[in-house]
C-alpha cells in the first residue's frame, strides 16, 4: 500500500467515526504532512482520493472540509425505458412557467440566479444613454463582433479555441438547443439524451418531431456510456444531447476523461453532440472544467450556452459554436429570429472586456457553494431520513428523490397552497417518470425564508406519509 493511500484511510476513519462533522475544516496539507513526517504531494493525493469519495470537499483559500453529502444518500442511478419515445409532458412544463409572475412565498423551481449582485446593470444604463441609435438598427445576423470576440476570449477557459467567426449569438440557450436539433436532424429521428434531463432540452426535442431515447444516468458521473453504446447498437441515432458540466437537474460534472470517451464514442458511430454549458461557469471548481467541444477535432460538436444563469435570463444572450454546422446554424438562426437585440449583447461584451464578468462568477461561485450546503442542511434536518439528495459540483440546482410511495405532482399542489414552489421530478423526464423526485433551487439568498420553506416541505411529505 501506497503512503497516501494509508493516510487516506486514516483520515477515512477519522471522518467515519465521527471526529469530523459534516462541514467541519480537516487539518492543513502541511500539519497532516508534518504530523505523518510525509511529503505535501502524498497529503495532497490521499485528499484528492477523498475528495473522489465525496468525503472530502476542497474550498478555494480555505482548504479541506468534510462533505456535507455523502455516496450513500445520492439519488439512484436513472432507469428509464430502453426504447425512443415521443416526448410528452408539455401541459405539465407550460403550469411551472406560468407560475413565474407571482411573487409571493417561495419560489424554488424555476432556475433563476441570484441577480441581486450584478454590476452590468449601470453598463446598459450607459450604453442606452450614449449610443441610442446603436441599439434601434440591424447588425449582423451572427451576433455583434464585440460580444463575439469576448467569448472567444472566454471559451479559452473551457479549453477551446475558437475564433469570433467560429460563434452565432442566440436569444438565449434555449433557442441555441432548439437551432441546433433542427440542423443535424430531420423530423423522425432519434436523439440520446441524459435522464433525468432539463425539460426545456425535451420540449425542443419535441417540437422538432423527434423521439429521445432516455439513457441511465449517474448521479456523480453523468450519462452511462455502456448503455449509451449498446443504445448505439440497436438504435439509429442521430445526435447525443448532454449538460456533462453542472447537470440540470442533478448538478454532477462528467469527468474530464469521460467527457473525452464520449467524444470518442460520437466519433466512431459518426454523429454528432449537442453540448449545452449554460452552468460551465458557475462550476465550484477553479479553473472551471473543460467541454466537450474542447476535445473536438473534426466539428462534430455543438456547444450551446448562454449568460441567463450566470448573469440574469431576462437579458437573452446565448450563443452557439457550430463547428461544421456553422452555415446550416446561422440559416436556421436567420429564419427562426433574424437577428439579436443589440443592447444587451453591447453592455454583455463591455462587463467581460473591463473584468466585471469574471469578478461577479467568482463571487456567485463562492455564494452558491455556501448556500447548496445550507440547502443540504436544511433538507437533513427537515426532511425524511430515507431522503436522497444530489451533491452538486456547480450551479444552484439540485435534485431530490424521495420514498417511492410518494408523489411529486400531488405534493407540488399540495405546497404551492402553502407558498412553496418546487419543479416536480415528472417534467425532467420524456414520459413523466420520476414521481417520488423533484428540483430545488438554492439561489435565494434569504436563508430563513428557504429554511422555513424546506420545514413546510417536511411537514406536507410527512403528512402524506401512510402511518
Ligand atoms: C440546462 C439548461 N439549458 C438551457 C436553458 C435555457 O436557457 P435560456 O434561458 O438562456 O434560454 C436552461 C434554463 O433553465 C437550462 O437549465
Redesign the pocket.
Same mark, same amino acid.
Given at each position: 500500500m501506497t503512503l497516501y493511500e494509508n493516510l487516506a484511510i486514516r483520515l477515512r476513519e477519522h471522518i467515519e467515526l465521527g471526529f469530523y462533522k459534516p462541514g467541519d475544516k480537516l487539518p492543513s496539507v502541511r500539519q497532516l504532512a508534518k504530523e505523518h513526517g510525509v511529503s505535501i504531494s502524498t497529503v495532497q493525493e490521499a485528499y484528492r482520493q477523498l475528495e473522489q469519495e465525496l468525503l472530502v470537499e476542497a474550498k478555494p483559500k480555505s482548504g479541506y472540509f468534510v462533505s456535507i453529502q455523502n455516496k450513500d444518500n445520492l439519488p439512484s442511478i436513472s432507469r428509464p425505458p430502453q426504447r425512443p419515445l415521443e416526448v410528452s409532458q408539455w401541459e405539465e412544463v407550460l403550469n411551472m412557467l406560468m407560475i413565474r409572475s407571482r411573487t409571493d412565498g417561495v419560489q424554488l423551481q424555476h432556475?433563476m440566479p441570484d441577480m441581486r449582485a450584478t454590476t452590468l446593470k449601470p453598463l446598459l444604463k450607459d450604453l442606452s444613454k450614449q449610443n441610442p441609435e446603436v441599439g434601434l438598427s440591424y447588425s449582423d445576423v451572427r451576433g455583434t463582433k464585440e460580444l463575439r470576440t469576448q467569448l472567444s476570449r472566454l471559451a479559452v477557459a473551457s479549453g477551446c479555441q475558437l475564433h469570433p467567426d467560429d460563434l452565432v449569438i442566440t436569444s $438565449?440557450?434555449?433557442?441555441a438547443?432548439s437551432v441546433c436539433l433542427r440542423a443535424v436532424t430531420e423530423p423522425g429521428d432519434i436523439i440520446a439524451i441524459e435522464s433525468p434531463s432539463?425539460y $426545456? *432540452?425535451m420540449q425542443a426535442i419535441k417540437a422538432a418531431n423527434l423521439k429521445a431515447m432516455e439513457i441511465p444516468t449517474h448521479p456523480e458521473t453523468g450519462i452511462s456510456l455502456e448503455a449509451l453504446e449498446l443504445a448505439l447498437d440497436q438504435w439509429p441515432i442521430k445526435a447525443i444531447f448532454v449538460?456533462p458540466t453542472c447537470n440540470?437537474p442533478m448538478g454532477y460534472t462528467m469527468p474530464e476523461d469521460k467527457k473525452e470517451q464520449l467524444y470518442r464514442l460520437a466519433q466512431s458511430y459518426d454523429i454528432t453532440i449537442i453540448e449545452?454549458d449554460?452552468y460551465g461557469d458557475i462550476s465550484f471548481q477553479f479553473p472551471r472544467p473543460k467541454t466537450i467541444k474542447s476535445f473536438d477535432t473534426d466539428g462534430r460538436v455543438l456547444l450551446c450556452s *448562454?449568460f *441567463?444563469k450566470s448573469i440574469a435570463?431576462g437579458m437573452r444572450v $446565448?450563443w452557439i459554436a457550430p463547428g461544421r454546422y456553422r452555415d446550416k446554424v446561422t440559416h436556421i438562426k436567420y429564419v427562426s429570429s433574424s437577428m439579436c437585440p443589440v443592447t444587451p449583447q453591447l453592455a454583455v461584451a463591455k462587463f467581460i472586456r473591463l473584468g466585471g464578468y469574471a469578478k461577479h462568477i467568482r463571487n456567485m461561485r463562492l455564494n452558491y457553494e455556501k448556500q447548496r450546503d445550507m440547502l443540504l442542511k436544511a433538507i437533513k434536518t427537515y426532511l425524511p431520513k430515507d431522503t436522497r439528495v444530489s451533491f452538486p459540483a456547480g450551479s444552484f440546482i439540485l435534485w431530490v428523490e424521495l420514498a417511492k410511495d410518494i408523489d411529486s405532482m400531488k405534493l407540488v399542489e399540495k405546497c404551492r397552497q402553502k407558498g412553496v414552489g418546487f419543479a416536480p421530478g415528472p417534467l425532467f423526464s420524456a414520459t413523466g417518470k420520476y414521481r417520488n423526485c423533484f428540483r430545488l433551487n438554492y439561489s435565494e439568498k434569504n436563508v430563513e425564508k428557504r429554511e422555513a420553506a424546506i420545514k413546510t416541505l417536511g411537514q406536507v411529505i410527512a403528512e402524506m406519509q401512510p402511518d
Open positions: 432556475a $438565449g440557450c434555449q433557442e438547443l432539463f $426545456g *432540452s449538460t440540470n449545452d449554460i *448562454s *441567463s435570463p $446565448g
